[in-house]
């Protein structure tokens, strides 16, 4: 089997992307697998690094508003289409699978013009522009969200990598504790704003040391690597450890009693299968669905919700303190949180890609 992945751009639209690239191969390791991709998105970098083949295809941004850009448009998506069918042709492609993003619309119409089947996965609960496209060529559609409004959807959750999906977080907890020299008694609270961090969750939190200090919390709080927030050293009290990056999400959850972070589609996904409860504080940009991705999590009891605004050391001080100072509404947030998770998207992404290959080749 020859599978082509479009999901290049953000790490939203790779990482489920490479977590089924990864059940394929498990599945059978002479799978062919590339990944569709333009030279300014991060699969540059994070497709490599996991082993796949990576094929570059023109980037062709859609403006968002009526601008002298959109003449150039046509032309452009064009090349993009053809550039993606050739791909598609090099590849002997059985199937081609789009996460959303600006590498899938090329990839879904080359798809078409070449009548490759299509499985198109949607992680948020507001499709983008190129999912609402593909989904129109195919039956074949995987969600995220049991309520997406794009046609025959099939509920799948998103897939995500193996050492989150596997993670046993009690089992792991001191190990990993131990790893970014945290006690392994104390209340951990984890504290990370994605891959190039939060400014205004940075500033709360780093404000916020005195207090966590004074109410016996370590914190684990990864900045990101631009930001340069920092508490003021301190003699005494629970440690406040801050790194800039950090390739060790698994362990960085294992350590921690409870997160505070945004609400992107993958963090809420990875946390509520991992069952870690969080304190969601969703971007303040966007078309709102960073609070669409926490609602159901938050309302289940697996966490708490707060607009970037109203974040601060005194709502820290007056409502997250106390959770944390309650180990019994700990585990209730965590239980809550785990049973909206789904740990094996993947798989059940992968057995989709294996019946809509078979079915097509039965077909012919």
Known sequence: MRVVLAGGGTAGHIEPALALADALRRGDPNVGIVCLGTERGLETRLVPQRGYELALIPPVPLPRTLTPRLLTVPGRL??????????????????????????????????????????????????????KLGARFTEHVAVSHADSPLPNPTFVGIPLRREIATLDRLATGDKARSYFGLLPDLPTLLIFGGSQGARSLNQAAVAAAPYFRQAGIQVLH????????????????????????????????????????????????????????????????????????????????????VDNAELSPDWIARHLLPVLADPARVAHMSEAAGKMGRRDADVALAKMVYDVVHSAGAGR
Not at 253 to 271: I, K, Q
Not at 275 to 294: D, F, H, K
């Open 78 to 131: 064009r090349g993009a289409i053809n550039a993606a069918a050739a791909v598609l042709d090099q590849a002997q492609a059985d199937i081609l699978v789009g996460f959303g993003g600006y590498v899938a619309t090329p990839g879904y119409l080359a798809a078409r013009k070449r009548k490759v089947p299509i499985i198109v996965h949607e992680a948020n609960p507001k499709p983008g522009l190129a999912n």
């Open 222 to 305: 990864i900045v990101g690597p631009k930001n340069t927030e920092e508490p003021e050293p301190s003699s005494g009290g629970p440690q406040y450890v801050t790194i800039p990056y950090c390739d060790r999400m698994d362990l960085a959850y294992a350590a921690a009693d409870m997160a505070m972070c945004r609400a992107g589609a993958m963090t809420c996904a990875e946390l509520a299968a991992v069952a870690l409860p969080a304190v969601y504080v969703p971007l303040p940009i966007g078309n709102g669905e960073q609070r669409l991705n926490a609602e159901p999590i938050v309302a289940a009891g697996g966490g708490l919700l």
